[in-house]
């Protein structure tokens, strides 16, 4: 079974792909900006940016009846690895240990010139 996820209350796709995808027991979450969902616009500064991201990723979490809790891994995008000490504290304030496993890289580029894109890939059972 593969079914898509969809919610007003994260941004919508930007290009041919779904916000999300549920299965049997994994969710796969796209690749998040920090798009504000109501305006489609990216907000400014680096630490609203990141902030922003997680709130869609609890978005997409909560349309699905689940929580940061069942998210097992993450993979972090960003224009300037600069910022990873940043991303680091504010999951820190998100995130209860056991901590889902990430990759966090520095890339050329993000869509929009954001400076931060966060994909997530949740389990249905903990």
């Given at each position: 079974?593969?079914?898509?996820i969809n919610t007003h209350k994260a941004p919508a796709a930007i290009g041919p792909y779904s916000q999300g995808i549920e299965t049997d027991?994994?969710?796969f979450l796209s690749g998040q900006i920090p798009l504000d969902p109501e305006?489609?616009?990216?907000?400014?500064?680096?630490?609203?940016?990141i902030r922003q991201v997680f709130k869609n990723i609890a978005a997409l979490c909560e349309e699905v009846d689940l929580s940061f809790d069942h998210i097992v891994k993450l993979n972090v995008s960003l224009q300037d690895l600069g910022l990873f000490g940043l991303v680091n504290d504010i999951m820190k304030e998100l995130f209860d240990e056991p901590f889902p496993a990430?990759?966090?890289?520095?890339?050329?580029?993000?869509?929009l010139d954001s400076s931060?894109?966060?994909e997530?890939?949740?389990?249905k059972n903990l």
């Open positions: 079974m593969k079914k898509k027991t994994l969710i305006t489609m616009e990216l907000v400014t500064g680096d630490e609203n940016q990430r990759a966090a890289l520095q890339v050329a580029k993000l869509p931060i894109e966060v997530a890939i949740l389990t």
